[in-house]
């Protein structure tokens, strides 16, 4: 069983319309009183950067994030503005790209080293991406370097998830069905008191490729991407 850093994150349980989040890119009033990682904001900056990269950031303008995290009976959500002084989807491989992943292992109580599922927001759409086929809407779809989420579910844009261009970078925002997150026969406890293995990785493409990755992990490597030993873990609290 992992040992894992811990993001203590809290979470209402409730509606989407008791939290009123509204999937737009912009940040709600229920963010806003999100203080640090034990209430379900993380800052992720330039100490956060994959050494194993092609380079690393010149500073906080050049990659860092920040992201809060909530959730309800239904969904978890991320809001996220990324500071990028060069945001480009350019590459047909979606993750050389920039964008913000999310790998997730439903059950870590498992004794297992497989299941991990994942998703990727691009931080742009097909109207502004370069090369529409590097584009990322949460689940893109057979052969395309989808992530390994249900992909029978098909996300609605201002639905389920938003894009917007900022002076800084970009705000993604989404919002994922807890049901969908399914890998190798775990599923979230999405509970008061349940653990859900999670990496972020925030994807920098500066040179018409993925140059760097900051990650929130419990062990910085690429392979969060398949192995959730790796991952930090978040609590669900009431």
């Not at 705000?171 to 069905?177: A, D, H, I, K, W």
């Amino acid at each position: 069983m992992k040992k894992a850093l811990l993001l203590f994150v809290l979470f209402v349980l409730g509606t989407a319309s008791a939290l009123d989040i509204v999937m737009d890119a912009q940040k709600d009033a229920y963010y806003a009183g999100l203080t640090g990682p034990d209430d379900g904001w993380v800052y992720i900056g330039v100490e956060a950067a994959d050494p194993a990269m092609t380079s690393l950031p010149d500073d906080e303008y050049d990659l860092s994030a920040n992201c809060w995290l909530a959730w309800d009976s239904t969904y978890l959500y991320l809001y996220s503005e990324v500071w990028d002084e060069t945001v480009q989807v350019n590459n047909s491989t979606t993750y050389n790209n920039d964008a913000i992943e999310f790998k997730i292992d439903p059950d870590p109580l498992m004794e297992t080293t497989a299941g991990v599922a994942g998703i990727r927001l691009t931080a742009l759409g097909e109207d502004l991406a370069e090369v529409e086929a590097g584009v990322d809407n949460l689940v893109t779809g057979p052969g395309g370097g989808a992530p390994e989420i249900d992909e029978a579910w098909e996300p609605v844009e201002g639905e389920d998830y938003a894009r917007t261009e900022t002076l800084l970078g970009y705000n993604l925002e989404f919002r994922l069905p807890f049901d969908k997150i399914v890998r190798s026969d775990k599923f979230v406890d999405n509970n008061v008191n349940g653990l859900m293995g999670l990496a972020i990785n925030i994807m920098d493409n500066d040179s018409g490729t993925r140059d760097t990755v900051e990650r929130w992990c419990a062990f910085m490597s690429d392979n969060v991407w398949n192995i959730p030993q790796y991952h930090g873990t978040i609590t669900f609290l009431e």
